[in-house]
C-alpha cells in the first residue's frame, strides 16, 4: 500500500515539474519571433493547403495551451497566443495541431483506435469514479464492483497509451514539414522541436500516471478479505 502511495506522489511531482517546464519554455520561445514573420495560424493554413486538406478550418479559441485539433467538425484550434503570436512556440503548436489533420485525413491507425474507444471513455469517466468509490467501501462484501470499476480505469489508461503515438506522430510530422518548407530557421527548428518534447511528455507522465493509480486499484481488490 505504501508502495503506491510514494508512485502516486513521485508521478505527481514530475507531472508538476514536466507542467512547469513546458509553460516556461513556451513563455520563452513566444519572445522569439520568426525570421519569416508568420501568424500561427497562417503557418496552419500553409501546412494545410500544402498536405491537399482543404475542408478543415482554422479558428481561434480562448485560453493558453488550449490547442486541439476537432475531428468531428475539423477544426484546427489554436489559443490566442499560438493564432495571432509570430514566434517559434506558436509555429511549434500550430503544425503539431495540423499534424493531428493529417493523421485524421490519411486514416492514421493510432488516431483511428483513439477515435473509437473515445465514446466508451466518455461513459466509463463519468460513472467510474463513484463505481470505484463504492466498490472500495463494499470491498468485502461485493468486491465485483470494485472490479467493474477497474475494468473502466483500465479502459481509461488504455486510452492514455494509444495517445502517446498519436501525440508523438504528429509532432514529428510538424517538424519534418517546417524543416522541409522552410518556415523556420535552423535556430526556430531547435526551439519549436524542444517545445514540442516537453509537451508530448506531459502525455508520458499522464499515461504513466494512469497506469500506477489502477495498479493501486488492482492492489486493493487483490488484497480483499474473502
Known sequence: M???YLIGIVVMLVGMLVSW?????FQKYSKTPLANGMSGAEIAQMMLH?????DVRVVSVPGQLTDHYNPANKTVNLSE????GRNAAAAAVASHECGHAVQHTTAYKWLTMRSKLVPAVQVSSTVMP???????????SFPQLLLAGIVMFALTTL???ITLPVEYDASNRALAWIKRKGVVTSGEYALSADALKWAARTYVVSAVGSL??????VSIY????D
Do not use: C, E
Open 212 to 217: 500506477a493509480t489502477l495498479l493501486y486499484y
Open 81 to 84: 497566443p499560438v493564432y495571432h
Open 21 to 25: 517546464q513546458l509553460k516556461s519554455r
Open 159 to 161: 486510452f492514455s497509451f
Open 222 to 225: 487483490m488484497g480483499r478479505r
Open 130 to 140: 463513484w463505481v470505484i468509490m463504492g466498490g472500495i467501501l463494499l470491498i468485502n
Open 50 to 54: 500544402d498536405h491537399g486538406i482543404n
Open 2 to 4: 505504501m508502495g503506491a
